[in-house]
C-alpha cells in the first residue's frame, strides 16, 4: 500500500459551491499554477497521467483536476493513476472531483483523511439562513415566503444560490426605504423573467415532452455561445439522477426525504421535474438516452460532422421520441 500524499484531494458529494471554496482555498497555496481540467469517462487516464508526469514549460506549479473521478472504475485505469501518483512532482496537486460520497479504494487511500471531504447539501434550515444572510449583507430585508420561493426555484447548491441571488439583486430597486422587504412577488416576478437556460431547464422540457420549447432552450444555449458538448454533459448527469430516482421508485423510497437528498433532490421543484420524468422514462429508456446522449457526443468531434444546431435539434427529437409509449 503506497503513503497517503499531501498533494492528492477528494472532493465528494453534491454540494458544488463549498467545494469551489475548498478549490479556491488550494489555489492560493499554488499561486500562478497551470490548471488543467479533466472528465473521467471522456478523457483517457493515460492522457491524464501524462499531464500530471510532465513537466510543465510556463509554471513552476500545476493543479489537475478530475472531475466525475466515480467513473474512473477499471481496475487497469485506477492502478496506472495510482501508480503515477507516487511519481508526481510535489509542486503538481491533483484534485478528484465526484458527486458521488466515495471513490475506489485505491484512489482514497492515495489520500490523506484531512484531504478527503464529503461536501453535503445544506439542511432546510441552513439554506433559509443562508439567502436571509446574503440578502442582508447586500442591504435587503426579505420575508419566509419570499426564501422559499428562491429555493423551490433554484438548484439545490450555494453556487446556485449565489448566483441566482446575485442576479436578482442587480435588478432590485436602490434607492429601497430602509423599513422595505422583499415579498415572494417581486422574487416569482424576477426569477421567471431572468432565468438563465441551462442543461437543468433543458432537462424539464425533455422530460415533459415539450418539443417546441426544448428545441427554444436549445437554441438560446448555443447562440449565447454555450458548449454544445457542456450541454451534453449537463444532461447525461441528469439522467443518471433519474436512474438513480427511478430505483428509489422501485424501492418504494419516493418519498423518503433522507434517500432523497442522498442523490440530490431536496428542493421541491427538483422533485417535481424528476417525478415527472419518471412517468415518461423507464430504466431502458434512460440507458437509451445516455447511449443516445454519448453517440453524439461523438458526432460532434467528428471533423465531417453536420452544422451544430441542426446536430443538436436531431438529438433532442431523438431523445424526446425516447420517452415510454
Same mark, same amino acid.
Given at each position: 500500500?503506497m503513503?497517503?500524499?499531501n498533494?492528492v484531494?477528494?472532493f465528494?458529494?453534491?454540494e #458544488?459551491?463549498?467545494?469551489?471554496?475548498a478549490i479556491n482555498?488550494? %489555489?492560493t497555496?499554488?499561486p500562478?499554477a497551470e490548471? $488543467?481540467v #479533466?472528465?473521467?469517462?471522456e478523457?483517457n487516464?493515460?492522457?491524464i497521467t501524462? !499531464?500530471l =508526469?510532465?513537466i510543465?514549460?510556463?509554471?513552476d506549479?500545476?493543479?489537475i &483536476?478530475? *472531475?466525475?473521478a466515480?467513473?474512473i472504475?477499471k481496475k487497469e485505469?485506477? /492502478?496506472?493513476?495510482?501508480s503515477?501518483?507516487?511519481?508526481?512532482?510535489?509542486t @503538481?496537486c491533483?484534485i478528484?472531483?465526484?458527486?458521488?460520497f466515495?471513490? +475506489?479504494?485505491?484512489?482514497?487511500e492515495?489520500c *490523506?483523511s484531512?484531504?478527503r471531504?464529503?461536501f453535503y447539501?445544506?439542511?432546510e434550515? /441552513?439554506k433559509n439562513e443562508?439567502?436571509?444572510?446574503f #440578502?442582508?449583507?447586500?442591504?435587503?430585508k426579505?420575508? %419566509?415566503?419570499?426564501i422559499t420561493a428562491?429555493l423551490?426555484?433554484?438548484?439545490n447548491n450555494?453556487?446556485?444560490?449565489r448566483?441566482?441571488?446575485?442576479?436578482?439583486i442587480?435588478?432590485?430597486?436602490?434607492?429601497?426605504?430602509?423599513?422595505?422587504?422583499?415579498?415572494?412577488?417581486?422574487i416569482e416576478?424576477?426569477?421567471s423573467?431572468n432565468?438563465?437556460?441551462?442543461a437543468f &431547464?433543458?432537462?424539464?422540457r425533455? &422530460?415533459q415532452?415539450?418539443?417546441?420549447?426544448?428545441?427554444?432552450s436549445?437554441?438560446?444555449?448555443l447562440?449565447s455561445?454555450?458548449?454544445?458538448s457542456?450541454?451534453?454533459?449537463? =444532461?447525461t448527469?441528469?439522467?443518471r439522477?433519474l436512474?438513480?430516482?427511478?430505483?428509489l421508485?422501485?424501492?418504494? +423510497?419516493e +418519498?423518503n426525504?433522507?434517500?432523497?437528498k %442522498?442523490?440530490g433532490l431536496s428542493?421541491p421543484?427538483a422533485?417535481?421535474?424528476?417525478?415527472?420524468? !419518471?412517468?415518461r422514462?423507464? @430504466?431502458? $429508456?434512460?440507458? @437509451?438516452?445516455? +447511449?443516445?446522449t454519448?453517440?453524439?457526443e461523438v458526432?460532434l468531434?467528428?471533423?465531417? $460532422?453536420?452544422m451544430?444546431?441542426?446536430?443538436m435539434?436531431?438529438?433532442?427529437l $431523438?431523445i424526446i421520441? @425516447?420517452?415510454? %409509449?
Open positions: 500500500m503513503a497517503a500524499l498533494n484531494h477528494i465528494l458529494g453534491p #458544488f459551491g463549498k467545494k469551489i471554496e482555498a488550494i %489555489k497555496k499554488f500562478d490548471e $488543467s #479533466f472528465y473521467a469517462g478523457t487516464i493515460s492522457s501524462e !499531464a =508526469l510532465n510543465s514549460l510556463f509554471a506549479r500545476k493543479i &483536476t478530475i *472531475k466525475n466515480c467513473q472504475k485505469d485506477i /492502478e496506472l493513476l495510482v503515477c501518483l507516487k511519481n508526481m512532482e510535489k @503538481t491533483l478528484l472531483l465526484s458527486e458521488e466515495k471513490l +475506489n479504494a485505491a484512489l482514497e492515495a *490523506k484531512a484531504n471531504r464529503i447539501e445544506m439542511f434550515s /441552513e443562508w439567502v436571509r444572510q #440578502f442582508l449583507n447586500e442591504g435587503y426579505i420575508d %419566509k415566503d419570499c428562491i423551490e426555484l433554484v438548484e450555494t453556487d446556485a444560490l448566483r441566482e441571488c446575485s442576479r436578482l442587480a435588478f432590485l430597486p436602490k434607492d429601497k426605504p430602509e423599513d422595505q422587504v422583499i415579498n415572494k412577488d417581486v416576478q424576477l426569477l423573467h432565468r438563465e437556460e441551462s &431547464t433543458l432537462f424539464s425533455i &422530460t415532452g415539450d418539443l417546441s420549447r426544448a428545441l427554444e436549445m437554441s438560446v444555449m447562440a455561445k454555450e458548449s454544445a457542456g450541454i451534453l454533459a449537463g =444532461l448527469w441528469c439522467f439522477k436512474n438513480d430516482y427511478l430505483s421508485l422501485e424501492a418504494g +423510497n +418519498n426525504n433522507f434517500e432523497l %442522498k442523490i428542493s421543484k422533485r417535481d421535474d424528476y417525478s415527472i420524468a !419518471a412517468r422514462y423507464n @430504466t431502458e $429508456s434512460v440507458e @437509451t438516452c445516455l +447511449n443516445l454519448a453517440e453524439y458526432l468531434r467528428s471533423p465531417v $460532422s453536420i451544430e444546431n441542426i446536430l435539434d436531431r438529438y433532442i $431523438s421520441k @425516447t420517452a415510454n %409509449k
